[in-house]
Nanobody, 115 residues
């Protein structure tokens, strides 16, 4: 069984930083685009950033210049470095990947930014 497991969420003060990680595990024969989405209370899930296997990244306008997505293909892992966090970044962050040709979601990790 393949799965995505996130880690790195938590509570941080406004202006602070956090780094999220998401590792794919199991019997993997294909791992293409990976990304991060987030869902704040009462809001729809939204794209944060995605990265192709070759390293091409796409960011939501709201996080450009503050967040950086990266990946380590040897470790089947994607990262999200989040700097200059503010209260609007508070949400559950979900990892997503095209894993074995199927869209797969992680369980989510909570990020809370206190002002």
């Amino acid at each position: 069984q393949v799965q995505l497991v996130e880690s790195g969420g938590g509570l941080v003060q406004a202006g602070g930083s956090l780094r999220l990680s998401c590792a794919a595990s199991g019997s993997i024969f294909s791992l293409n685009t990976m990304g991060w989405y987030r869902q704040a209370p009462g809001k729809q899930r939204e794209l944060v950033a995605t990265i192709s296997r070759g390293g091409s990244a796409v960011y939501a306008d709201s996080v450009k210049g503050r967040f950086t997505i990266s990946r380590d293909n040897a470790k089947n892992t994607v990262y999200l470095q989040m700097n200059s966090l503010n209260a609007a970044d508070t949400a559950v962050y979900y990892c997503n990947a095209e894993l074995n040709l199927r869209g797969t979601w992680g369980q989510g990790t909570q990020v809370t930014v206190s002002s």
